[in-house]
């Protein structure tokens, strides 16, 4: 499993949050929700921006993993953005 996909499922778990109410909550199947965790199907940037709000974790960790994102931080970091 991909660390994004692992990061997903650990923040829905951290808000105590199964597939059925987080798939509800932004409006999509709870098999697509399982389909996104286990990395088969990616999102549209809505459905991850709604799931992201939700869980309180960046968009970016939704298509990202966590060293993409890290050097994406450091690059705007870099050129002063």
Same mark, same amino acid.
């Given at each position: 499993?991909?660390?994004?996909?692992?990061?997903?499922?650990?923040?829905?778990?951290? &808000? =105590? +949050?199964?597939?059925?109410?987080? %798939?509800?909550?932004?409006?999509?199947?709870?098999?697509?929700?399982?389909?996104? @965790? /286990?990395?088969?199907?990616?999102?549209?940037?809505?459905?991850?921006?709604?799931?992201? &709000? =939700? +869980?309180?974790?960046?968009?970016? %960790?939704?298509?990202?993993?966590?060293?993409?994102?890290?050097?994406?931080?450091? @690059? /705007?970091?870099?050129?002063?953005?």
């Amino acid at each position: 499993m991909h660390a994004r996909r692992e990061e997903l499922i650990a923040a829905r778990k951290k &808000k =105590k +949050l199964t597939q059925n109410e987080l %798939s509800e909550s932004v409006g999509i199947s709870r098999a697509f929700l399982a389909n996104i @965790e /286990r990395g088969e199907h990616d999102p549209s940037l809505k459905v991850a921006q709604l799931i992201s &709000k =939700k +869980l309180g974790i960046s968009t970016d %960790s939704i298509f990202f993993e966590s060293d993409v994102r890290n050097a994406n931080i450091l @690059e /705007r970091k870099i050129k002063g953005a």
